[in-house]
T-cell receptor, first 116, second 112 residues
């Protein structure tokens, strides 16, 4: 089956620093990747959609300058949380889709970010 | 605006006690309906994709069905390892891309 990895699985950082999270599709080419945020006992909140080689499309209310998304290749997307603050602490999950003809998203294992 | 409502929010079953989870949806131009399983602290695990009313898919003790307004995830003779949150999502066409909308999930606990 399709495998998506994320790195790191957890990270703790100081307030004001930037954190980069990587999302890789290991056995397929992902033309589209999604980034989600999930709070405890809440459902997934879509942050942005990115297509390879294009700028990400951010959902309403998500700050583009704070959450930088780069989908540089068909197997790699990165999310950088810039100048992180405690309120950015959350569980971040990426997903990847092979293409429009392949509707199913496959999710990564998630990254737990804690900002002190 | 797409809406996905899952019920119940939480469900407790005894091992072997079959039940169903519901996913009601409102979407313009349904592309697909998806079921995922999510364990605590992990990303969702794909279970099924359904495309048209009347379609059914099965995997072990799980069976997903789809109508024009809702989907059911039937769990037959559940085991404790089936305990998880089950998420439903729908996608529709939006400017050439298919944007998913997720429900809040049903938290299932199966007691031995």
């Amino acid at each position: 089956g399709a495998v998506v990895s994320q790195h790191p699985s957890w990270v703790i950082c100081k307030s004001g620093t930037s954190v980069k999270i990587e999302c890789r599709s290991l056995d397929f080419q992902a033309t589209t990747m999604f980034w989600y945020r999930q709070f405890p006992k809440q459902s997934l909140m879509l942050m942005a959609t990115s297509n390879e080689g294009s700028k990400a499309t951010y959902e309403q209310g998500v700050e583009k300058d704070k959450f930088l998304i780069n989908h540089a290749s068909l197997t790699l997307s990165t999310l950088t949380v810039t100048s992180a603050h405690p309120e950015d602490s959350s569980f971040y999950i990426c997903s990847a889709r092979a293409g429009l003809a392949q509707d199913t998203q496959y999710f990564g294992p998630g990254t737990r970010l804690t900002v002190l | 605006e797409d809406q996905v409502t899952q019920s119940p929010e939480a469900l407790r079953l005894q091992e072997g006690e079959s039940s169903s989870l519901n996913c009601s949806y409102t979407v313009s131009g349904l592309r697909g309906l998806f079921w995922y399983r999510q364990d605590p602290g992990k990303g969702p695990e794909f279970l099924f994709t359904l495309y048209s009313a009347g379609e059914e898919k099965e995997k072990e003790r799980l069976k997903a069905t789809l109508t024009k307004k809702e989907s059911f995830l039937h769990i037959t003779a559940p085991k404790p390892e089936d305990s998880a949150t089950y998420l439903c999502a729908v996608s529709h066409a939006s400017g050439g891309s298919y944007i998913p909308t997720f429900g809040r999930g049903t938290s299932l606990i199966v007691h031995p």
